[in-house]
C-alpha cells in the first residue's frame, strides 16, 4: 500500500470516527459482541495471566483491550497505537494513563515483545501490505504467545462480489483502501509468519450480519436482544464447521507462536 493510500485511510476514519463510535453503543450491537466473544474466550482461560503483556495494533477505540480485560478478568499491561490522529487524541482524552500513540501500521517496528497482540478488524485496511504487516506482528508476539485476531473475510464467490458493491456504495468504506480477505490466503499469510492456529471461528452468519456492523448497515438493527440471543444461538452451530466457514462474513483466529525450542547442552 503506498504512503498516499495510508494517509488516505488516516482523513477517512478521521471522518466517520464520530458515527462509528456513537452507532456501536446499540445495545444489539453489545449484547451481540458480548455473546461472541464470551463464546469463543469460555475454553481459553489459560490466556488469563495477571499482567500480561498486550499489543493491540491500529487500537481504534480500544476493542482489543476492552474484550480481554472483560472475558479474561486479569488486569493486563497495555500498549496500543492507531494511525488516526482524532481516535488517539479520544483515547487520551478519556482514558489519560493509557498508553497509547500514533503509529502507522505499515511502518512499525516493535520494540519488545508481548504475551497477546490483538487485531481487532483492522488488516483490511492495509490489505496490499497485509502479509508484511502480519509478519512484523508476529515478531511482536514473544515465543509461546498469542495473536488474536478478528478480520472480514469471504469464502465464496457471491459474498465477494456483495463485499465488494457494499464497498464501493456506503460510504462508510473506502473501496480504494479496503479490501476484505478471502480466508485461506489469509491463514497462508499467518502461517508464513510463523504462527499456527489454535481455534479458528466463523461467527460471520445471520446475526452479524444484523447487529455488528451498525454504523454501516443501521436499517439491519432490528429486534431486540431476545432476537440477538435466539439469532446467535442459531448462529452458533455452525462456528466451527464447514457451512459456517463456506458462508461466514468474517473469521476470528487465535494463533500461537511455536516456544523457541529447548537448547541442549
Known amino acids: 500500500m503506498s504512503v498516499d493510500k495510508v494517509e488516505r485511510q488516516r482523513a477517512h476514519f478521521n471522518t466517520i470516527a464520530d458515527r462509528y463510535r456513537e452507532a456501536r453503543q446499540h445495545e444489539n450491537h453489545l449484547y451481540f459482541k458480548r455473546l461472541l466473544w464470551s463464546d469463543f474466550f469460555r475454553d481459553k482461560r489459560y490466556l488469563a495471566t495477571p499482567g500480561m503483556s498486550v499489543l493491540e495494533p491500529m487500537c481504534g477505540y480500544g476493542d482489543g483491550k476492552a474484550l480481554l480485560e472483560e472475558h479474561l478478568g486479569v488486569p493486563i499491561d497495555y500498549e496500543g497505537f492507531d494511525y488516526s490522529d482524532e481516535v488517539v487524541a479520544h483515547l487520551r482524552a478519556h482514558e489519560p494513563g493509557l498508553r497509547v500513540y500514533q503509529q502507522d501500521v505499515t511502518t512499525y517496528r516493535p520494540a519488545r515483545q508481548h504475551d497477546v497482540v490483538i487485531v481487532i478488524g483492522a488488516l483490511h485496511h492495509v490489505p496490499d501490505q497485509a502479509g ?18 478478528y478480520e472480514p473475510t469471504q469464502n465464496n464467490w457471491l459474498f465477494r462480489a456483495v463485499r465488494r458493491a457494499i464497498y464501493r456504495r456506503n460510504r462508510l468504506f ?24 489454535v481455534d479458528q471461528i466463523y461467527p460471520g452468519l445471520a446475526g452479524f450480519v444484523l447487529y455488528y456492523n451498525p454504523d454501516a448497515f443501521p436499517w439491519l438493527n432490528v429486534g431486540g436482544t431476545r432476537l440477538v440471543r435466539w439469532l446467535f444461538a442459531v448462529d452458533r452451530l455452525f462456528f466451527r464447521n464447514w457451512v459456517g466457514r463456506r458462508f461466514s462474513f468474517a473469521t476470528v483466529t487465535l494463533l500461537q507462536r511455536p516456544a523457541a525450542p529447548a537448547v541442549r547442552s
Not at 508484511?132 to 485476531?149: C, H, Q, S
Not at 473501496?175 to 485461506?184: H, I, K, M, W
Request: hydrophobic share 45%; proline share 5%; no cysteine.
Open 132 to 149: 508484511e504487516v502480519i509478519a512484523t506482528l508476529a515478531g511482536a508476539v514473544r515465543p509461546g504467545g498469542y495473536f488474536i485476531n
Open 174 to 197: 473506502d473501496a480504494e483502501t479496503e479490501r476484505a480477505f478471502d480466508l485461506e490466503p489469509l491463514n497462508r499469510m499467518f502461517r508464513s509468519a510463523g504462527l499456527e492456529v
